[in-house]
């Protein structure tokens, strides 16, 4: 599966069916995509049906599993909330495509899946799920994971089952990403499926239209097809929407800012959309640190500026409800998550939406960090032929109605307000990134606060001081890579 191959075909059938009712620089090669993106030109498309696609090889006529149930365990967190799970239909297009799915999988295998949902917390999440692995009972098929929290406990300490070997599934197919797979791997085996099953997320920038019209603001649309979207430009148009709207010489909530997100990660796409990554690999293919250079220290001095002078603006509680939106009318720029579509559906200012800019207009493509969460599957499992089987045919399914059924409801009932916003999506789904050493370390000692170095240091200190930041936390993060491959390489020699 390419995102640029399979995502777009859809996106273009979906926007064509909501017309037609009236109604989505320093970059290591291991760690980016490298197809080519054209933004503002769409080919002309057929919409794949169930004669003209890919068949899957999984020989359903030859297989029944007597009923037996595929657990997959979950939590109420990001697209997981919305676009994965349904137990029945309700009526809502996107529940009942996804119940669709389930029942085709369910009536092809002979199973029954079932899924159990856990709050909101991913540390909760994992706190819950390991026991249950160590236990070695075989509760759970398929665990859909968060994206940072579990992922290198689970891979180096024998939790996940290697998905080389499961029967019936075609890493080969183009529902599946191999690439990114093997940018996620970092040891002998596959722990973490990348497939259509797994719609992903990435942060984008919310921009307020009508700021633009009133400070005959560049186009930003123009701006992302002519490839000049790029930090200065975007510092610029912040700048420029700032003001002290009551005049009592302070900025608070009630002024206009240029920049806001309700949690500090989403600045972290910053620096990853101007190609830096906080690992590359060494000439054996392990991961090494890569965050001590001149772009990283360049994007530290620019956010502290940004910060000291009143652009960027700081939830007091970091909560939603004290959060500055666009819908204020006081704010020109506004990190999200796609999957938070839900909460800006009811926004009465008019907005549209932008991928992370380019560190300037030599660097070459536009780059968004994939915030979603990774499957995989527990270790414990003891029919791998169903559990194959099952993985396999849900993700094949999942292009048959959810993806364009997920770019029909979120893009044109949600977000796509006008018809650049489908480009726009097209352009962030063309350019999916992992950040590797963020989906292993982010939270991990030493790591995680060079992961998060951006807000940790510009925004939340107001400091762009890296090179002692980078200093205290060097050698505890090199100590978390050694700690792993040690842990990893001990735990795959032992498991053959």
Same mark, same amino acid.
């Given at each position: ?27 290591? /090669? ?77 009536? /092809? ?17 994992? /706190? ?119 005049? #009592? ?77 666009? #819908? ?169």
């Amino acid at each position: 599966m390419k995102y640029n191959r399979t995502i777009a075909v859809f996106l273009l059938a979906a926007s064509l069916l909501t017309a037609a009712m009236t109604s989505c620089g320093d970059a290591g /090669a291991d760690t980016k995509t490298t197809d080519a993106v054209t933004v503002g030109e769409t080919a002309a498309v057929t919409e794949p049906t169930a004669e003209t696609r890919t068949p899957h090889k999984v020989d359903v006529d030859a297989l029944d599993f007597g009923g037996e149930e595929l657990n997959q365990a979950a939590f109420n967190w990001q697209g997981y909330k919305y676009y994965f799970f349904a137990d029945e239909g309700n009526g809502d297009v996107m529940n009942d495509a996804l119940y669709a799915r389930k029942l085709a999988v369910e009536e /092809a295998l002979n199973i029954k899946i079932v899924t159990e949902m856990y709050g909101e917390l991913c540390n909760e999440y994992v /706190a819950a799920i390991k026991p249950i692995i160590l236990s070695g009972d075989d509760v759970y098929d398929l665990m859909f994971n968060h994206c940072i929290d579990g992922i290198p406990t689970y891979a180096s300490e024998g939790y996940l089952y290697n998905l080389d070997r499961l029967p019936y599934v075609d890493m080969t197919a183009e529902w599946w990403n191999r690439e990114q797979m093997d940018v996620l791997r970092l040891g002998g085996n596959t722990y973490y499926a990348v497939n259509d099953m797994m719609i992903p997320c990435p942060y984008v920038i919310f921009f307020n239209k009508e700021m633009v019209a009133n400070y005959d603001m560049e186009n930003p649309y123009q701006l992302v097809y002519d490839g000049k979207w790029t930090l200065d430009v975007m510092e610029k148009m912040a700048r420029e929407a700032v003001s002290d709207v009551n005049g #009592d010489g302070k900025m608070d909530e009630n002024d206009s800012w240029g920049i806001t997100a309700q949690e500090v990660s989403k600045y972290i796409s910053f620096m990853t959309g101007a190609g830096q990554y906080i690992t590359d690999r060494d000439s054996d293919g392990r991961i090494q640190l890569a965050l001590k250079t001149e772009k990283t220290q360049s994007m530290m001095e620019r956010f502290e500026a940004l910060t000291k002078d009143n652009i960027i603006y700081m939830p007091p509680s970091m909560d939603r409800s004290d959060m500055l939106t666009i #819908d204020t009318g006081r704010l020109m720029f506004q990190l999200d998550a796609i999957s938070d579509a839900e909460l800006l559906r009811d926004f009465t200012v008019d907005f549209g939406f932008l991928p992370y800019p380019k560190y300037d207009e030599a660097q070459t493509d536009y780059i968004s960090l994939d915030w979603g969460g990774l499957l995989s599957v527990p270790g414990t499992i003891t029919n791998p032929e169903m559990v194959g089987a099952a993985m396999e045919l849900l993700a094949w399914e999942s292009a048959n109605e959810v993806i364009p059924t997920y770019y029909d409801t979120v893009l044109q009932g949600k977000l796509a307000r006008d018809d650049d916003a489908v480009k726009m999506m097209d352009l962030l789904f063309d350019t999916i990134t992992y950040e590797i050493g963020g989906n292993y370390f982010g939270f991990s000692a030493g790591f995680g606060d060079l992961f998060y170095a951006l807000p940790r240091l510009a925004i939340e200190r107001k400091s762009s001081d890296f090179t002692s930041f980078y200093e205290k936390l060097e050698k505890s993060a090199n100590k978390t890579i050694e700690n792993f491959y040690e842990s990893l390489e001990n735990t795959e020699a032992a498991n053959g």
